[in-house]
Structure formats: structure tokens, C-alpha cells
């Protein structure tokens, strides 16, 4: 390779490695699987060792310094108080054995002890606890500053909110606790199975499902998911040592605290011992609740890991191996393009039946036109296909070898397989899309995901229902639900007239529904239930909302005004209703005689604080954060995250941050627990 070819396929690389890790920390949704990043990645890393100056030459910054940053817009930044950094990692064994050998010259012994964990793929968090009370959960972020996800955090049941004291665990006065945040499998496709239910998309896997869960604006709806966690690791301790000598006593004394730690660990002396170990936690590992994807393995002696050090990442005293995907080959049979509620066209490999991982896998996912191209896939290839953590299988190559010459590249439809019209690609999109908003899939899963029982919940009007009424050509739009006529629904076949009379009847009653209900059903992008709810609320009527503005949700401090609600939604949100199309759905909604109901109102509206929005802020005294919320609410009050000129108080306890000040600035009356205990009790 000539400089100038390092120098390109460098820039190359560093663009698309960064491109995914965006994909993965900050959107959860990857678009390779674990060991093709990390192929891309050690690619990028012995590139750049190798040719020193023309990775200069390539620019200043590249990935391979800097570990993945997770933080979203709508939460508040938190410094860690030790650095969160990432591991090393390797498929190989002779690299984990070069592992133990560069630790060994480094400490002058050949006999360390270590101790060999699951990697757990979740995502990393780290959780404050004060003098044994829980303060802050904090997601890795940069590393070095990551998102406050204390609210949602709170919803899982595995969190205690104090920690156990007990004579042999002293608590220390401050410890940060680190871990990882995952969703079971069972959860996963419980969630999955309700998707279906609305028509809509799967999600891909459980470990992207709980990264998106944890960054929810809304903790209400973090609440219907269920997230677990467990715990592996320290940050920074109060006082030094209150955290023991050794990681094989971490997970005792964690354990003596009431909090969850790693199914299985094993001890190991010297590097052979350890080999041992990873291959026994390989056999047993799917028997765990989460998905493993390696082993982790540490230094057990804290004081040797404290020689050992860090390099700028990752420490020198961990290293993870990761188990190779498990891959099969096949042929690859067509390429299927299926069509999305939004019109997004996804294409599907449609493969020779193989058994992959304890599964028949028949069809796997091929991302988009762009990753086709870039591995060069053709109908007839035999494909490799890989399930590494992700529970939908993926291409991930072709067996060049067995190309049969007939073979050609894959022609990606210039128009839409459903429809016909000609496809548009949105600019810095991948994806190809339908422009056509009459598309009959579209249509059907627009129609579907509206009359779902998640959303305005037509007895009756299941998907097989729908589909019969869009292929007549009866349903067009949503608003067609309401227009539908008798004797037609009854030419439907014979002894149809009790169901047909059944579905008009709940057709007509759902006019009344809730208005979240129809908001949810319009499949507004980034509205879910629970933001449907609070547009209810705050708007009123579906014309109210398709008329709001952006000023209504972002105050002229950039604020959000809507908890919940943040700059995201407010544009899906304004852009949806910019587009005629939607608009005259309402009208055509309303003219259809749809009343929804008016939004029940959460809290009966007659407690001692109804009315009232709080903000809060700091620790309390006595009360944990959640129970102040629980009995705010309980009392008829709001209880919102972000201050702004409509927050009419701001309960702050020791250790306020910026919305304290902000309160001030706003001239917000700021009160303390025992102010806020006593307007519970209606003093
Ligand atoms: S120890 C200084 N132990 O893997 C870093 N990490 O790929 C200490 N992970 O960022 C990390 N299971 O989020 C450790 N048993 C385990 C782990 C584990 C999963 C995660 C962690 C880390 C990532 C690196």
C-alpha cells in the first residue's frame, strides 16, 4: 500500500467507523454486527500504527482514540467522578495469552490471579450511592461526562434505593457502582409481540431495544419495559478501600448490599487456567438472562490493578475476549424489498433454510441498498450469515469462491415493488423511500397501526380486516375507516351480517375514543403512547395540535415547555402537519363526526396541589426522589423535568444542580421537603 493509498482507505475508515459508532451509542440502532465493526476497527488501528504519517496526514482526530459517546438531546450532562473507559478486546487467543504476558514483564510475576466474568452486552452505567442511598444513575456518555438517566433508572426493580447494612459490607460514604443495564430476552419479545399487534416494525435485538429504552424523554413509558441490570465494577470510592482488595470479593460485598452482580465468575492462576475458564463460561453462558458476547478478565488483586494502570482508554489490567458470531453459510435464494408505514424500503435476503445458532434461519436482514453494494451481494451467492447478540440474523459476506458466473449485482428497485412509483432517497438518508402516500402497503399498515389496540383499538378491524378493505379499494386513508357503507361489507360473503353490524357498531363507538388514542394512531415519527397523552393534554383537540408551533414546545430559553416533550418530537411534530396531506386528515376526521374524548384527566384535579407543577432537584432529606413524585402526583400535582416560567415550584434537597439556579433566575419559589410535606397534608 502506497502512503497515499493508507492515507485514503484511513480517512475511509475513520469516517465509517464514526459513522457507526453514532448508529450505535447514540441511536441504538447498528448497522453491522459486533465482529464486522470490530474487523472495521482493528483494520482502522493497525492502519494507522503502521503508517504513522499519513494518519497524521488524515486529520488529527480518529475513533480509535476515543470511546463512543452515548449522550442524547433532553438530558442533563454529569461528570463522572472517575472516568468510565472501555476494554480491549480480541477473538483471539493468542492475543489474550500476549495479554497475560505483557502484565506479567510488567509486574515481575508469571503466577497472576484473575478473574474471568460474562461480558455482558447491555449498556454501561454507573450509579451513585451516598452513604447507602441511591443519587444518580449515569450512562457512560464520552466517558468522561454521561447522561443523568435517574429517572428512568428508577423504574427497574433490581435498583435498591438504599443499600443493606450489614457488619461484614460497611457502606462507604460516597461509591460509584458500575455496571451494565440489559433487557431479558422474554421481555424483548414480549415487546416485539405487542409491536406486531400495531403493525408495527420489530425491534432488532434486546441490547439496542434497552439503550433506546434508557434514553426515553419519558420515564413512564421506560416503566412498560421492563430493563434489569447488573453490576461488575467501582469508580470512585469514599473512602479509598471501602470497596475491598480483591474483584473476586466485589461481587460478595455487592451482593451483601442487596444489588445484582454477574451470574457466574470463575478464579484462574496464570494465563491457561484463565483459557480454561473462558471455554467453560462459552459452554454455559446461554443458560444467563442476558446475552453474553465475551468474557471479561481482570486482575483479581485491586492493589496489582492499580500498578497495572490505564492507557488513555482502556485499563492494562482487564482484557475482554470476545466469542466469535456464530456463522453459517448459505445460498442466497432472492432479494425481497418490503415497504414500511412510512414507505422506507428495507430489503430482506430470502435464503436456503440453515440451521444457525439452535434456529432455522430462512430469511435474514440486509440493512440497505448501501451495504449491499458495499459487500457486493447477488442472488445465487452463497452468503455467510452471522446472529452475534442481534436476534435477527445478517448477511455479513459472500463466499466470493462459489460465485457462479451467472451472478450478477444486485439491481435495488428504482421503483416501489408495492406501487410502482419511482423511489426517493431523502438527503443524509440511507434509506430508499415510497413517495407515494396512497402506496397500498402503506395504506394497510398506516390503517392498522390506527385501528390497533395500542392506539384507537377497533374491535374487529384486525389486520386481515384491513386488508380486505384497502384491496377493495374502500379504505384509502384513515378517514375512510369512518365512511364505511353497509351493503358493501356485506357483499363480503355470506352470513356476514352479524359481524358487519359487530364492526360499524365499534367503528362508530371508536369516535369517541380517548384523543391519545388518536394521536397515537396518526404514526406522527417519535410520538408514542405516552407522549400521545401529554399532547392530549396540553393540546386539547387534534386541530389544536395539528395548528402548534414550535414555540409552543421549546420556550425562548430552548426549554422544553412540554415534559417530555423535547426538540426531536416538537419537529416530527410540526413537519407531520406541514404536510397537507395530514392536515386534511383532521378535518376530514372531524367531518367524519370523530369526537374524541377529552383527555381524562390524569389526576382527578382535586387534590391539595392540583394545578401545581413541580420541578425536582437535589436530594431530599428523607423522601426518595420517585416517592416525592409518586405523592405530588397522587395529590393531584404535575411533576416535570425541566424548569420553566410555568413551574410554580422547585423542591430542592442538598447537592441542587443547574435548575436550582435556573428557578432563581425565573424567580420560581423553591421549597424543601418539609415545605412539600406540609401541602401534602393540606396545610
Ligand atoms: S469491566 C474500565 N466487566 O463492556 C472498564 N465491563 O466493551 C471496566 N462490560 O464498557 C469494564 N460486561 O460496558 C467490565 N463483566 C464486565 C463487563 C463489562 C460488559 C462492558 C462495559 C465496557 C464494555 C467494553
Same mark, same amino acid.
Given at each position: 500500500?502506497?502512503?497515499?493509498?493508507?492515507?485514503?482507505?484511513? =480517512?475511509?475508515?475513520?469516517?465509517?467507523?464514526?459513522? *457507526?459508532?453514532?448508529?450505535?451509542?447514540?441511536?441504538?440502532?447498528?448497522?453491522?454486527?459486533?465482529?464486522?465493526?470490530?474487523?472495521?476497527?482493528?483494520?482502522?488501528?493497525?492502519?494507522?500504527?503502521?503508517?504513522?504519517?499519513?494518519?497524521?496526514?488524515?486529520?488529527?482526530?480518529?475513533?480509535?482514540?476515543?470511546?463512543?459517546?452515548?449522550?442524547?438531546?433532553?438530558?442533563?450532562?454529569?461528570?463522572?467522578?472517575?472516568?468510565?473507559?472501555?476494554?480491549? *478486546?480480541?477473538?483471539?487467543?493468542?492475543?489474550?495469552?500476549?495479554?497475560?504476558?505483557?502484565?506479567?514483564?510488567?509486574?515481575?510475576?508469571?503466577?497472576?490471579?484473575?478473574?474471568?466474568?460474562?461480558?455482558?452486552? !447491555?449498556?454501561?452505567?454507573?450509579?451513585?450511592?451516598?452513604?447507602?442511598?441511591?443519587?444518580?444513575?449515569?450512562?457512560?456518555?464520552?466517558?468522561?461526562?454521561?447522561?443523568?438517566?435517574?429517572?428512568?433508572?428508577?423504574?427497574?426493580?433490581?435498583?435498591?434505593?438504599?443499600?443493606?447494612?450489614?457488619?461484614?459490607?460497611?457502606?462507604?460514604?460516597?461509591?460509584?457502582?458500575?455496571?451494565?443495564?440489559?433487557?431479558?430476552?422474554?421481555?424483548?419479545?414480549?415487546?416485539?409481540?405487542?409491536?406486531?399487534?400495531?403493525?408495527?416494525?420489530?425491534?432488532?435485538?434486546?441490547?439496542?431495544?434497552?439503550? !433506546?429504552?434508557?434514553?426515553?424523554?419519558?420515564?413512564?413509558?421506560?416503566?412498560?419495559?421492563?430493563?434489569?441490570?447488573?453490576?461488575?465494577?467501582?469508580?470512585?470510592?469514599?473512602?479509598? !478501600?471501602?470497596?475491598?482488595?480483591?474483584?473476586?470479593?466485589?461481587?460478595?460485598?455487592?451482593?451483601?448490599?442487596?444489588?445484582?452482580?454477574?451470574?457466574?465468575?470463575?478464579?484462574?492462576?496464570?494465563?491457561?487456567?484463565?483459557?480454561?475458564?473462558?471455554?467453560?463460561?462459552?459452554?454455559?453462558?446461554?443458560?444467563?438472562?442476558? &446475552?453474553?458476547?465475551?468474557?471479561?478478565?481482570?486482575?483479581?488483586?485491586?492493589?496489582?490493578?492499580?500498578?497495572?494502570?490505564?492507557?488513555?482508554?482502556?485499563?492494562?489490567?482487564?482484557? @475482554?475476549?470476545?466469542?466469535?458470531?456464530?456463522?453459517?453459510?448459505?445460498?442466497?435464494?432472492?432479494?425481497?424489498?418490503?415497504?414500511?408505514?412510512?414507505?422506507?424500503?428495507?430489503?430482506?435476503?430470502?435464503?436456503?433454510?440453515?440451521?444457525?445458532?439452535?434456529?432455522?434461519?430462512?430469511?435474514?436482514?440486509?440493512?440497505?441498498?448501501?451495504?449491499?453494494?458495499?459487500?457486493?451481494?447477488?442472488?445465487?451467492?452463497?452468503?455467510?450469515?452471522?446472529?452475534?447478540?442481534?436476534?435477527?440474523?445478517?448477511?455479513? !459476506?459472500?463466499?466470493?469462491?462459489?460465485?457462479?458466473?451467472?451472478?450478477?449485482?444486485?439491481?435495488?428497485?428504482?421503483?416501489?415493488?408495492?406501487?410502482?412509483?419511482?423511489?426517493?432517497?431523502?438527503?443524509?438518508?440511507?434509506?430508499?423511500?415510497?413517495?407515494?402516500?396512497?402506496?397500498?402497503?402503506?395504506?394497510?399498515?398506516?390503517?392498522?397501526?390506527?385501528?390497533?389496540?395500542?392506539?384507537?383499538?377497533?374491535?374487529?378491524?384486525?389486520?386481515?380486516?384491513?386488508?380486505?378493505?384497502?384491496?377493495?379499494?374502500?379504505?384509502?386513508?384513515?378517514?375512510?375507516?369512518?365512511?364505511?357503507?353497509?351493503?358493501?361489507?356485506?357483499?363480503?360473503?355470506?352470513?356476514?351480517?352479524?359481524?358487519?353490524? *359487530?364492526?360499524?357498531?365499534?367503528?362508530?363507538?371508536?369516535?369517541?375514543?380517548?384523543?391519545?388514542?388518536?394521536?397515537?394512531?396518526?404514526?406522527?415519527?417519535?410520538?408514542? &403512547?405516552? =407522549?400521545?397523552?401529554?399532547?392530549?393534554?396540553?393540546?386539547?383537540?387534534?386541530?389544536?395540535?395539528?395548528?402548534?408551533?414550535?414555540?409552543?414546545?421549546?420556550?425562548?430559553?430552548?426549554?422544553?415547555?412540554?415534559?417530555?416533550?423535547?426538540?426531536?418530537? @416538537?419537529?416530527?411534530?410540526?413537519?407531520?402537519?406541514?404536510?397537507?396531506?395530514?392536515?386534511?386528515?383532521?378535518?376530514?376526521?372531524?367531518? &367524519?363526526?370523530?369526537?374524541?374524548? &377529552?383527555?381524562?384527566?390524569?389526576?382527578?384535579?382535586?387534590?391539595?396541589?392540583?394545578?401545581?407543577?413541580?420541578?425536582?432537584?437535589?436530594?431530599?432529606?428523607?423522601?426518595?426522589?420517585?416517592?416525592?413524585?409518586?405523592?405530588?402526583?397522587?395529590?393531584?400535582?404535575?411533576?416535570?423535568?425541566?424548569?420553566?416560567?410555568?413551574?410554580?415550584?422547585?423542591?430542592?434537597?442538598?447537592?441542587?444542580?443547574?435548575?436550582?439556579?435556573?428557578?432563581?433566575?425565573?424567580?420560581?419559589?423553591?421549597?424543601?421537603?418539609?415545605?412539600?410535606?406540609?401541602?401534602?397534608?393540606?396545610?
Amino acid at each position: 500500500m502506497t502512503p497515499s493509498e493508507a492515507k485514503q482507505r484511513i =480517512a475511509s475508515l475513520r469516517a465509517e467507523v464514526t459513522r *457507526n459508532d453514532e448508529l450505535y451509542y447514540r441511536r441504538a440502532r447498528p448497522e453491522l454486527n459486533d465482529p464486522e465493526y470490530d474487523r472495521l476497527k482493528r483494520e482502522l488501528a493497525e492502519l494507522e500504527a503502521r503508517y504513522p504519517d499519513a494518519a497524521a496526514a488524515a486529520g488529527p482526530s480518529s475513533p480509535t482514540a476515543r470511546v463512543g459517546d452515548d449522550r442524547a438531546e433532553g438530558f442533563v450532562a454529569v461528570r463522572h467522578r472517575l472516568p468510565m473507559q472501555s476494554l480491549d *478486546n480480541t477473538y483471539s487467543e493468542a492475543e489474550l495469552r500476549e495479554f497475560h504476558a505483557r502484565l506479567a514483564r510488567l509486574l515481575g510475576r508469571e503466577d497472576l490471579a484473575y478473574v474471568v466474568e460474562p461480558k455482558i452486552d !447491555g449498556l454501561a452505567v454507573s450509579l451513585t450511592y451516598e452513604k447507602g442511598r441511591f443519587v444518580r444513575a449515569v450512562t457512560r456518555g464520552n466517558g468522561v461526562d454521561g447522561d443523568d438517566v435517574t429517572a428512568n433508572a428508577l423504574t427497574i426493580r433490581a435498583l435498591p434505593r438504599e443499600l443493606k447494612r450489614s457488619a461484614r459490607a460497611p457502606l462507604p460514604d460516597l461509591i460509584e457502582i458500575r455496571g451494565e443495564i440489559f433487557m431479558t430476552l422474554a421481555e424483548f419479545e414480549r415487546i416485539n409481540a405487542t409491536r406486531d399487534d400495531s403493525g408495527e416494525e420489530r425491534y432488532a435485538n434486546p441490547r439496542n431495544l434497552a439503550a !433506546g429504552t434508557i434514553k426515553l424523554l419519558d420515564p413512564r413509558e421506560v416503566a412498560e419495559r421492563r430493563l434489569e441490570l447488573v453490576l461488575y465494577g467501582f469508580g470512585a470510592c469514599e473512602p479509598p !478501600g471501602a470497596g475491598g482488595e480483591t474483584q473476586s470479593g466485589y461481587h460478595a460485598l455487592v451482593r451483601a448490599w442487596g444489588l445484582p452482580t454477574v451470574e457466574k465468575f470463575w478464579k484462574a492462576r496464570g494465563i491457561d487456567e484463565v483459557w480454561a475458564a473462558v471455554g467453560e463460561l462459552d459452554r454455559v453462558r446461554r443458560s444467563f438472562a442476558y &446475552a453474553t458476547d465475551g468474557a471479561v478478565v481482570k486482575l483479581d488483586s485491586l492493589a496489582l490493578q492499580r500498578e497495572a494502570g490505564s492507557t488513555s482508554k482502556a485499563p492494562r489490567w482487564a482484557m @475482554a475476549y470476545k466469542f466469535a458470531a456464530e456463522r453459517a453459510e448459505t445460498k442466497l435464494l432472492a432479494i425481497s424489498v418490503q415497504v414500511g408505514r412510512t414507505g422506507v424500503l428495507t430489503p430482506v435476503a430470502e435464503l436456503e433454510p440453515v440451521l444457525l445458532a439452535g434456529s432455522t434461519v430462512s430469511r435474514a436482514t440486509l440493512h440497505n441498498k448501501d451495504e449491499i453494494a458495499r459487500k457486493d451481494i447477488r442472488v445465487g451467492d452463497f452468503v455467510f450469515v452471522e446472529k452475534a447478540g442481534e436476534v435477527i440474523p445478517a448477511v455479513v !459476506g459472500v463466499n466470493v469462491a462459489r460465485r457462479a458466473p451467472e451472478c450478477v449485482a444486485f439491481k435495488f428497485p428504482t421503483r416501489c415493488p408495492s406501487c410502482g412509483s419511482a423511489v426517493v432517497q431523502a438527503e443524509g438518508e440511507v434509506a430508499l423511500r415510497c413517495p407515494n402516500y396512497d402506496c397500498p402497503v402503506q395504506v394497510r399498515r398506516r390503517v392498522r397501526h390506527f385501528a390497533s389496540k395500542a392506539c384507537v383499538d377497533i374491535d374487529g378491524l384486525g389486520e386481515a380486516m384491513v386488508d380486505v378493505l384497502v384491496e377493495k379499494g374502500w379504505v384509502r386513508s384513515i378517514a375512510d375507516i369512518y365512511r364505511q357503507r353497509r351493503e358493501n361489507l356485506l357483499s363480503l360473503g355470506k352470513s356476514v351480517e352479524k359481524s358487519t353490524d *359487530n364492526l360499524l357498531a365499534a367503528i362508530e363507538a371508536s369516535k369517541r375514543a380517548e384523543l391519545w388514542r388518536f394521536i397515537h394512531g396518526l404514526g406522527i415519527p417519535h410520538v408514542g &403512547a405516552a =407522549a400521545a397523552r401529554d399532547l392530549a393534554s396540553r393540546f386539547g383537540s387534534l386541530d389544536e395540535l395539528s395548528q402548534s408551533r414550535h414555540q409552543d414546545y421549546i420556550g425562548a430559553d430552548g426549554q422544553s415547555l412540554i415534559a417530555g416533550i423535547g426538540e426531536t418530537m @416538537a419537529s416530527a411534530i410540526i413537519g407531520h402537519f406541514n404536510q397537507p396531506i395530514n392536515r386534511t386528515l383532521v378535518r376530514d376526521l372531524d367531518e &367524519a363526526g370523530v369526537r374524541p374524548a &377529552a383527555p381524562a384527566a390524569r389526576s382527578a384535579g382535586t387534590g391539595p396541589l392540583s394545578g401545581k407543577t413541580f420541578v425536582l432537584t437535589g436530594t431530599l432529606p428523607t423522601l426518595a426522589r420517585e416517592e416525592a413524585s409518586t405523592r405530588i402526583e397522587a395529590a393531584g400535582g404535575k411533576v416535570s423535568s425541566g424548569v420553566s416560567k410555568k413551574t410554580s415550584f422547585v423542591l430542592a434537597g442538598a447537592d441542587a444542580g443547574s435548575k436550582l439556579e435556573k428557578a432563581k433566575s425565573l424567580g420560581i419559589a423553591v421549597i424543601g421537603e418539609d415545605e412539600l410535606l406540609a401541602m401534602l397534608a393540606g396545610r
